[in-house]
């Protein structure tokens, strides 16, 4: 119960350890904030009768995070539905008009009452057949929205923006706010109480800021012989998640002293400490601001801080901004995600193709211009690479104009072709073990099967970007665990090993390194795509906005991935997760996103790894690392049935084959 000790002491045995709780921790999002303000304007109003408001609690939190009641925007609706894997809980709000009701407010009264009721309901049988009354809650506010709304209005009405210092009195239920050169007269039926504002920038929950420490100077001047102290409100405006905010607000009350100020000038302070810690003069070097690539450096470095500082306070910029990345594939798609990873903040952007820039690209890929298609092209991973350099010299980019070898494409015509492709493999792992984040952003399927398999090999987070007309898949490849934590469980298939994960029908909780690849949902090995179709049937034709959503979202997603503590080993939101409390500041770190443009729609799918995957099973990833370039080898110049053969995809065919078979002679005994 409320009331009850959070300690149990054994009656007999004094050396029986105490039972001890762990209390809540109130967590209040602040939608529940900007509802509660939308009710008592429009619907509350002056009224104070307690209201019944719902809650929840989680069990799930990760390890070090205090058990939390959290009230979010749907607090005021008893119908709303309650987060997955969360407990509902009921309680009372008591929200009052004025800070002196609020102060006057008999709390353990109003504590007790709320442990009667859960006492009532014990003996009464009623949280027998109802649990959920065993963990009510109350909850005690004062409308400092009230104070908002004047404050807004007093502001309008004087042309500012934002006053520094305003006086505020109660009266007849509501908060009168005026300028401070209005004092006399203006407390006269407040019975000697005064009430100051100040617009406090200080971020500290238990100190003012330093625009309080002169007007208390004022006051003791002007009205330290009538006054004996002022009631001070810390006024802290703030924006968290896009919601306006000022329940930072402090609310204290200073004694003034008692002798008034003689007519000299007060003590100053405020010198700043120099970098050795005394009061002397602050060198400041201004050279480099003055730098053109300085100051672009630092204009793009505020726009992320003030996303920190402004929205998101827990976002690890660092772990973005430190993110080397790999593009494969340097036309629609890449171009899209190498703006988009520049607005982030990354500084190291690799591209590889072995395109040219054709006359047709520059209107569809932002990277390049009218005068790059002429001579026959720009080879379009240098381009890109310099281009760059040219939008913002603060990036470090490099362009390679390879190819990559692919399945259904032999090389074995000559030895100068196989040459060739043992240098284009050896010079791909080496880039990829040289970056942290690998975007496969090509036009074909089987162009992304050995950056697949590399990435899985060598542990690095995969960003697979691929489009079609109007639709679109973005996805993370699961990130297998490393060698030592293996335990040879790294791809499960969906008949064994995984039978813990199909208790859902959605596969909820899945964690990433049993996610499926780009190639774990096929059931054919990759072939060459692209033969016996003209020029034109190997564009990739989409709607011009397509590539650019896509690439944003194949951005936005590795940003997500890289906030969670877990990183690629993250367990996967899919779409049923968009109502529940998101795993990270961001949101969501899903597996897939699959759009289609003809609806606007989005959804969030979720799949588990193959033991057959052509791609990332432990077959292939085992005959790679013991026999590197012969393998590969064998894949290129063989027929798909190789790599079907390998993973037991041709068996899984015939175990088919013979199950429709079955089927058939069956229904026609019937």
């Not at 297998?480 to 029908?505: F, H, I, T, V, W």
């Not at 390194?513 to 072939?527: M, R, S």
Request: glycine letters at 8%; one cysteine or more.
């Amino acid at each position: 119960m409320a009331t009850a000790s959070n300690e149990v002491h054994h009656p007999v045995d004094p050396g029986i350890s105490k039972l001890q709780f762990a209390p809540f921790s109130s967590a209040l999002d602040a939608g529940f904030w900007h509802e509660l303000t939308q009710k008592k304007l429009n619907e509350y109003r002056l009224d104070e009768t307690p209201k019944v408001i719902k809650g929840y609690y989680y069990n799930g939190d990760p390890l070090g995070l205090p058990a939390r009641l959290t009230l979010e925007f749907s607090a005021f609706d008893m119908n709303a539905s309650i987060p997955a894997r969360c407990c509902p809980a009921f309680g009372t709000l008591y929200n009052t008009n004025t800070f002196e009701t609020f102060k006057s407010c008999d709390k353990k009264s109003l504590l007790e009452k709320e442990a009667n009721e859960i006492w009532e309901s014990i003996k009464s049988g009623a949280a027998l057949e109802n649990p959920m009354l065993l963990n009510r809650f109350l909850l005690l506010t004062f409308a400092i929205q009230a104070l908002q709304k004047a404050y807004d209005e007093l502001c309008q009405k004087e042309g500012v923006t934002a006053l520094p210092y305003f006086l505020i009195k109660y009266h007849d239920n509501s908060v009168v706010i005026s300028l401070l050169k209005k004092w006399d007269g203006f407390f006269q039926d407040q019975g000697g109480k005064v009430t100051v504002g100040v617009y406090d920038p200080c971020n500290l929950s238990h100190y003012p800021g330093w625009p309080l420490r002169n007007f208390l100077i004022l006051a003791a001047h002007k009205w330290g012989s009538i006054l004996q102290s002022v009631e001070v409100i810390c006024f802290r405006d703030r924006t968290m998640q896009g919601v306006r905010d000022i329940t930072h607000s402090i609310i204290f009350e200073i004694k003034l002293p008692e002798r008034v100020l003689g007519p000299g000038c007060p003590k100053a302070v405020g010198w700043e400490k120099n970098p050795k810690g005394g009061m002397g003069p602050r060198m400041v070097n201004l050279s480099e601001c003055m730098d053109p690539k300085r100051l672009a450096e630092s204009s793009v470095d505020l726009n992320l801080k003030l996303m920190c500082w402004r929205l998101v306070p827990t976002l690890d910029l660092e772990k973005i901004v430190s993110a080397k990345c790999l593009l494969l594939g340097a036309g629609t798609l890449g171009c899209s995600v190498a703006r988009t990873l520049m607005g982030w903040g990354v500084r190291k952007i690799t591209f590889v193709d072995n395109a040219k820039i054709s006359y047709s690209n520059p209107v569809r890929q932002p990277l390049y211009e009218f005068e790059d298609c002429l001579s026959g092209g720009k080879p379009k991973a240098l381009a890109a690479a310099d281009r760059l350099q040219k939008i913002f010299p603060g990036v470090s980019s490099e362009g390679y104009n390879m190819s990559i070898p692919m399945p259904g494409h032999p090389v074995n015509f000559s030895e100068v072709t196989m040459a060739q492709a043992r240098k284009d493999v050896a010079k791909l792992e080496a880039l990829i073990d040289a970056h942290d984040v690998v975007f496969l952003l090509m036009d074909t399927r089987e162009s992304r099967w050995l950056p697949a398999v590399i990435a899985a090999s060598k542990r690095k987070l995969v960003i697979n970007a691929a489009l079609g007309f109007d639709t679109f898949v973005v996805m993370r490849h699961g990130l297998k665990k490393p060698k030592q934590q293996e335990s040879g469980d790294s791809c499960l298939n969906n008949a064994s090993g995984s039978s813990d994960l199909l208790g859902s029908s959605l596969f909820s909780n899945i964690p990433g390194y049993k996610l499926g690849c780009y190639f774990c949902n096929d059931v054919v090995a990759p072939g060459d795509s692209t033969r016996d179709r003209t020029l034109d049937q190997q564009c990739t034709v989409s709607r011009p906005g397509l590539a650019m959503i896509a690439g944003a979202l194949a951005v936005e997603l590795m940003v997500s991935v890289l906030q969670h503590p877990e990183g690629g080993y993250a367990v996967a939101s899919s779409s049923d997760d968009r109502m529940n409390e998101p795993p990270t500041s961001l949101g969501l770190v899903p597996h897939q996103i699959r759009g289609f443009l003809s609806r606007f729609d989005n959804v969030l799918p979720v799949s588990l790894a193959f033991d057959k995957c052509t791609a990332c099973s432990m077959k292939v990833l085992d005959q790679y690392e013991r026999e590197g370039f012969n393998f590969l080898a064998k894949v290129f110049n063989s027929s798909h049935s190789f790599l079907e053969d390998l993973t037991g995809l041709t068996l899984l065919h015939q175990e088919t084959q013979a199950a429709e078979i079955w089927d058939m002679s069956d229904d026609e005994t019937v």
